[in-house]
Structures are given as structure tokens and as C-alpha cells.
């Protein structure tokens, strides 16, 4: 009884342990949502003139950012690998093959992401110049790393 009651104790952690790692795929996807919201749905469509400059949201969507920056290197952790959530996008497995090189991309984007933050954007100019420098981070990332599913 007693060895019945701890193996379904180990079956138990070990599901909880799925559901933890599922939990981070599920974040990041969120996190990387809210990125393409800010940067296409925000700052991008002010930078093209489909909504008119508005400079608190702009703060707010860099600063959103810059804070999803700070975390998105904890976001996938290597027992992830393999894992989809129910999105249009998977990670890609060269993650895990080559975490150097995607660590290197993520400390490329953060930084550029920092100093947009730091200089802040103050007029439609800034705004045309930041929205492609970091654009160009997001799909220099997604190129490699990202998979699109179906
Ligand atoms: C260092 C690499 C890297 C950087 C930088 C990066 N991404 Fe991603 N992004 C990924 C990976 C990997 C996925 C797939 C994650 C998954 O599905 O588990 C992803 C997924 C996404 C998705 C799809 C989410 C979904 O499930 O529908 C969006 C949207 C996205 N990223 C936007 C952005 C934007 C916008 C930026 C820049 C502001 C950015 N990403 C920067 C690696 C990156």
C-alpha cells in the first residue's frame, strides 16, 4: 500500500511537471503575443500612419518591451523542447542545439530594445527609425528559431 501510494505520488510530480513546462510555453507565447501587439498593432501602425502619434501609448508599448525583454531568456528552458502550445508558431528544436547562438540573439535584441528605451521615443521620426531597428531583431530571431506550424 505504502509502495502503491508513493509511486502514484512520483506519477503525480511528474505530471506536474509537464503541466509547469506547458505553463512556460504558454508564457512565452503570451509574451511574444503581446511583443507583435506592440510592436505591429502599436508602434508600427503610428509609424505608418494608421493611428495617430500618441506618445503615452508609445512609452507604454516600449516600456512592455523592454519588460519582456528582461524574461524572455528564462522562457525557454531546455525541458521545453518538443512542446506547442495550441499557437500558429512552434520553437524550433536549434534552440536547444545551438542555445549560444539564440542567447546571442536575444542579448542583440535586448540591447537594441534597451537603448530605444533609454533614449526614448519623442516624435514620429524617432518612432519611423525604432520600429524596423527592431523589427529587424524580432525576425533576425524568428528566421532560425521560430517554426511556423501547419
Ligand atoms: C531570441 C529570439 C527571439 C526574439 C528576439 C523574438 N522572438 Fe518572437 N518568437 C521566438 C520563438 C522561438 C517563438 C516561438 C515560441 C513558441 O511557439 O513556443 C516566437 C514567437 C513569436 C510570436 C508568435 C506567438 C504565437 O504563439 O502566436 C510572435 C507574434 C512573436 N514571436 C513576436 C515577436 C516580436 C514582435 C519580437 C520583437 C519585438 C520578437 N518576437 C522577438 C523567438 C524570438
Known sequence: MKRMFVTVAAVLLGIGAVYAQQDVVNQR???MK???KNIGGVLGAMAKGEKPYDQAAVDAAVA????NAKT???????NTK???ADGKYSASPKIWENR????SHIASYTKAVNEVAAAGIKNLDALKAAVPALGKQCSGCH?????KEG
Open 64 to 67: 512592455k518591451l523592454a519588460e
Open 82 to 84: 518538443g512542446l506547442k
Open 72 to 78: 524572455m531568456g528564462t522562457l525557454f528552458p531546455e
Open 29 to 31: 507565447q503570451t509574451s
Open 143 to 147: 528566421e532560425t528559431y521560430r517554426l
Open 100 to 103: 549560444a547562438d539564440f542567447d
Open 34 to 36: 503581446e511583443n507583435g
